[in-house]
Structure formats: C-alpha cells, structure tokens
C-alpha cells in the first residue's frame, strides 16, 4: 500500500443558487466565500457554472485562488469564464457526486433541489457540510440539522462567509 499524499491541498466545494434562482445576497456572499477561499492555501471547487458558482469563482480568481469546475456538460466552454480548470463531465447532475466526493468540506448559500441532491451526497460520503444561515433555499433548511435519522454529519449553520470558510478549512 503506497503512502497518503499530505501535500494535497484543502478542496473545499461550495454550492448553491443555480443563475436562474440566485438571489443579490446569495450572489454577495458567495463572491466572499470566494474571496476568502483565494486568500487560503485551498482549492474552489464548483459545479463551474452561473449563479453562486460564478460568484465564488470570481472571487476566489480575484484574490489568486485556483478554481475547479466540474461541469455537467461535455463542452468545457458553457464553465464559468473564472475557471482555472475545467473537468467537463458530460454526465448531467450526476457529476454532482463527483463534485462531493472531491471536496474535503462543502459550504451551502441558499440553493434549490440541485444543491439538496449535493448536499446529500456530500453527506453520504461523511464529508463535512457547512451552511451560511440566511442565504435562503435549502441553506436555510438544513442549517444545523442531520439530513436523515441516522444523524451521520450534522449540518453546521453559520453566519457568515469569514465563519464557514474557517470552520471548511480545519
């Protein structure tokens, strides 16, 4: 058996509001979430596309960070034009298991089905998950609560993006 990496850096996922729900606020506090991530030596991960994607994307770039889209299409162009790297699965919402299985940690601004569908599977991987309360949609929902009975990882609420940066980091 071959030796754990420990030079990896953090990869820390956030998700949320696609482009067509993604509230002001929920726009702003991803954009921080980014700009704090870009300050860190950690990775962004992203689904690579518009809304809170873009917005953590956009700040983390700013600030120098190196940011990861894995997009549900085949063609690396529909990412988000702050992507550094472009994983083009060509799978649809199933890379949303990818995307969760690549994180260390998950952070959640507001969102909708397709954030609860990649909460879950950060969930069932054990990973640890993060929600800013008040960004609305399903960061709200599950903010410092278990996603089923089995209470596997429990929900970490903050309020703000300084608090779950830091808590997706340790």
Same mark, same amino acid.
């Given at each position: 058996?071959?030796?754990?990496?420990?030079?990896? $850096? $953090?990869?820390? +996922?956030?998700? @949320?509001?696609? $482009?067509?729900?993604?509230?002001?606020?929920?726009?702003?506090? /991803?954009?921080?979430? #980014?700009?704090?991530?870009?300050?860190?030596?950690?990775? +962004?991960?992203?689904?690579?596309?518009? @809304?809170?994607?873009? /917005?953590?994307?956009? #700040?983390?770039?700013?600030?120098? @960070?190196?940011?990861? =889209?894995? &997009?549900?299409?085949?063609?690396?162009?529909? /990412?988000?034009?702050?992507?550094?790297?472009?994983?083009?699965? =060509?799978? =649809?919402?199933?890379?949303?298991?990818?995307?969760?299985?690549?994180?260390?940690?998950?952070?959640?601004?507001?969102? #909708?089905? #397709? %954030?609860?569908?990649?909460? %879950?599977?950060?969930? +069932?991987?054990?990973?640890?998950?993060?929600?800013?309360?008040? &960004?609305?949609?399903?960061?709200?929902?599950?903010?410092? %609560?278990?996603?089923?009975?089995?209470?596997?990882?429990?929900? !970490?609420?903050?309020?703000?993006?300084?608090?779950?940066?830091?808590?997706? !980091?340790?």
């Amino acid at each position: 058996m071959s030796k754990i990496n420990q030079n990896i $850096k $953090k990869q820390i +996922l956030v998700i @949320g509001y696609s $482009k067509d729900n993604c509230t002001e606020k929920a726009y702003d506090l /991803a954009y921080k979430v #980014g700009k704090i991530i870009g300050t860190k030596d950690a990775i +962004l991960i992203t689904g690579g596309l518009e @809304g809170v994607m873009e /917005a953590a994307s956009k #700040g983390s770039k700013e600030m120098g @960070g190196l940011v990861v =889209g894995i &997009s549900p299409y085949k063609e690396k162009t529909l /990412a988000n034009r702050y992507c550094d790297v472009v994983i083009s699965t =060509g799978i =649809g919402k199933a890379r949303d298991f990818i995307n969760a299985y690549t994180a260390d940690s998950v952070i959640i601004i507001g969102g #909708g089905a #397709g %954030t609860l569908t990649e909460a %879950t599977a950060a969930y +069932l991987a054990g990973k640890k998950i993060i929600a800013i309360k008040g &960004s609305g949609g399903v960061a709200d929902s599950i903010s410092d %609560t278990y996603l089923d009975e089995r209470k596997k990882i429990k929900i !970490i609420g903050v309020d703000t993006p300084q608090i779950a940066v830091e808590e997706a !980091i340790i």
